[in-house]
């Protein structure tokens, strides 16, 4: 039977209103590329699929046969995101399955939502415990109460489920991210240099949207600390920019004298993605706060390199253990973080062996066709919820 799906987030094609360097046909991120993927599955279902955005001025109506609709807001930052919730509960019909890709989008919960995506635990900010993390503890509450299925990408918002909404831990269902490990392999020819990087310099790639949450200050201030040990050591930014946290990280290398040893690389494609990874010598995903299974570790992972993550959210499901994984997990501080990159930078023997079994890992548990998969029965299960209805 042919369902009507309404996958709804703020952005999932151009430019958010916080962040510089997306065209306007691109996705922005991981959760965007997700968001397409879901979007492939339910048109290979048979279903009608449309994407309810935020106005970015974007031209593009259909995206691969998607529908894209575009709604107007208002103001900035939460009053803006408000004006968003509340426009597309107005305009979504009731006969369409609603799936919102954030609980936020959710706030406040006007009308059923049949379906929402976790992108791990979102509240840990470090020392935070203010009105905005209360607030959207209070609405996913809301949601689970009313039996919304929820997809999550890492066993710690299950758990989290499991101690404060028991009644609702059948509805949640682990899923991790999963990568085409075709495209992202270690066979890719990597990208000719496009920074004054010298043959002789290990190369640090940072492959994520510039923001404070995913750990940009943590490594700038890792690279210095490796910087004055006489490493000679480069560090990428690849990726789209928030606007605010990206003055903050420039402020930063300036006053540690690190302009000359740091790139940014902006956004590029997810298909040029592969060939980036080849040219870096370690990956690292330093996340301070707000993490899920991250897409883009395991792309890295993919590509045979070794990478150096967090204990945050599902990064410590990727890397397990230590080395035997494809790399290392530390604490989010760049005492924790420099010790880690350092062993990998002064021995490309561990560099190698370590991508190999990255590599492996992500080929025998974290693959697209396992998430396809899983995907696909997790949405059978939202339209025979809503045929119970």
């Excluded at 597309?88 to 049949?114: C, G, K, T």
């Excluded at 991790?176 to 075709?182: A, K, L, S």
């Excluded at 290398?253 to 080849?278: D, K, Q, S, T």
Aim: charged share 25%.
């Amino acid at each position: 039977m042919t369902e009507q799906f309404a996958l709804v987030t703020d952005t999932f094609l151009g430019n958010p209103s916080q962040y510089s360097g997306v065209e306007a046909s691109d996705m922005i991120g991981g959760a965007e590329v997700n968001l397409y993927r879901i979007g492939q599955i339910l048109l290979d279902e048979g279903h009608e699929v449309t994407v309810y955005q935020q106005d970015t001025g974007n031209p593009n109506d259909e995206y691969d046969g998607i529908e894209i609709e575009y709604l107007s807001t208002v103001g900035s930052g939460t009053a803006e995101l408000l004006s968003f919730n509340l426009q597309w509960q107005r305009v979504v019909s009731q006969d369409e399955i609603v799936y919102v890709h954030s609980p936020e989008y959710a706030i406040p919960n006007l009308r059923p939502v049949d379906a929402l995506n976790q992108q791990g635990i979102t509240w840990d900010v470090p020392s935070s415990r203010n009105l905005t993390t209360r607030v959207k503890r209070y609405f996913l509450g809301r949601l689970l109460s009313k039996k919304s299925l929820v997809r999550c990408t890492d066993n710690a918002f299950l758990t989290y489920v499991q101690s404060e909404h028991p009644t609702a831990r059948n509805n949640v269902f682990p899923i991790p991210n999963g990568v085409d490990t075709t495209v992202f392999s270690p066979d890719v020819d990597p990208i000719n240099s496009p920074t004054n990087s010298t043959m002789e310099e290990t190369v640090v790639l940072f492959p994520r949207t510039l923001r404070l949450a995913r750990g940009a200050h943590l490594i700038v201030d890792t690279l210095a600390k490796l910087r004055s040990k006489g490493h000679d050591v480069s560090l990428w930014f690849l990726g789209a920019e928030n606007i605010t946290d990206a003055s903050l990280v420039r402020s930063q290398i300036e006053r540690n004298n690190l302009a000359n040893a740091v790139e940014f690389l902006g956004h590029v494609p997810h298909e040029e993605m592969p060939r980036y990874y080849a040219a870096a010598d370690i990956v690292s995903i330093p996340t301070y706060h707000s993490e899920g299974t991250s897409l883009s570790c395991l792309e890295a992972m993919a590509c045979g390199r070794p990478v150096v993550v967090t204990d945050v959210g599902g990064l410590k499901e990727i890397i397990y253990q230590d080395e035997v994984d494809g790399g290392f997990k530390v604490k989010p501080t760049a005492e924790a973080l420099a010790p880690a990159v350092e062993k990998l930078v002064e021995d490309p023997v561990l560099r190698g062996r370590l991508g190999e079994n990255a590599r492996r890992r992500v080929v025998d548990y974290f693959t697209l066709e396992r998430w396809e998969q899983q995907m696909r029965e997790f949405f059978r299960t939202v339209s025979e919820r809503r045929g119970q209805n």
